[in-house]
């Protein structure tokens, strides 16, 4: 009976520590949980796109995703630049052009873009399949993007460089954004794109 005592006596004290492990076991996941979840909860995602290109064709992927970005509650900034600037130009946005030279998804052989007029076809297609889809314009989108919260910039040096007036861009475009302004919005974004 003595030995059964003595192992009764020693497993106890371990019993104990094992229910003091499990117990500090639970305190550390409830810890580890409400680090994750104050991690989550850091506020809207935040997106910034360059916009490097002013083709007819390449002014729809920033504004698209812009606009549907900040319609999530985004913080988005589309920083335009270069050819891109031309998207915020109000009277060239409404001039775009598309090529079929080097664009093999669009619905026309090459050669007819290397051909004189090829741009000015390539131009005129896109934009009826525009019109006849109901897709909107650059302008609407524009309008959109800025009514929904984002913040659309006009890179300084390429206004300069292009000679365009702040008036001539449209309402609601930030002006005067120089690229390090751009690369801090980048810096503490989510979600960085090159378009």
């Known amino acids: 009976m003595s030995s059964e005592t003595t192992s009764n006596a020693t497993e106890a004290p371990e019993t104990v520590d094992d229910e003091a492990d499990v117990a500090a076991l639970y305190d550390r996941i409830e810890e580890l949980e409400s680090t994750v979840e104050s991690l ?19 002014a729809y992927p920033p504004l698209i995703l812009a606009s549907t970005a900040a319609a999530f509650g985004w913080d988005v900034t589309v920083f335009h630049t270069f050819w ?12 775009l052009r598309v090529s079929a030279v080097g664009n093999p998804s669009m619905p026309m052989p090459n050669v007819i873009g290397a051909l004189p007029g090829g741009d000015s076809l390539a131009t005129w297609y896109m934009n009826r399949e ?5 897709t909107a314009t650059v ?31 449209y309402d609601g475009v930030t002006t005067d954004v ?3 302004t751009a690369l801090q919005h980048m810096a503490d974004a989510d979600v960085q794109l090159l378009v």
């Open 139 to 169: 302008e609407e989108l524009i309008e959109t993007t800025l009514e929904m919260g984002a913040d659309l910039q006009a890179c300084e040096m390429t206004t300069e460089l292009f000679g365009y007036d702040h008036d001539e861009f």
């Open 84 to 95: 891109g600037l031309d998207i915020l130009h109000e009277e060239r946005s409404k001039d």
């Open 130 to 134: 525009i019109e006849a889809n109901g």
């Open 40 to 58: 989550r909860d850091d506020g809207p995602k935040k997106m910034t796109i360059i916009a490097t290109k002013g083709s007819l064709d390449m």
């Open 178 to 180: 120089g690229a390090a």
